[in-house]
């Protein structure tokens, strides 16, 4: 029961800890939307950099993130088969 109960815990922070970085990704791709607009008015290589740098971090915590959920999905599956 106790283990139930830890891994329950554990479970839910990171539902909480997805949340955020849903949000987080959220913020980003409006800097984004908000820096392409700049970029058209400016010939700003710093910022076209930044707007490189910053998709591909999107790109890769968007795929960890799609990554966890279909490991979540996959143990709660598993879960409710062997109960």
Known sequence: MHYVSTHGR??????????????ELNI??????DAERMKRKAKEF?????MVELRELI?????????????SYDGKAESSRSS
């Open 10 to 23: 554990f479970l839910t922070g990171l539902n909480e800890e997805f949340r955020k970085m849903q949000n």
């Open 28 to 33: 980003m791709h409006n800097f984004l939307k």
């Open 46 to 50: 710093t910022l076209k950099a930044v």
């Open 59 to 71: 790109y890769e915590a968007e795929d960890i993130l799609a990554d966890c959920q279909l490991e």
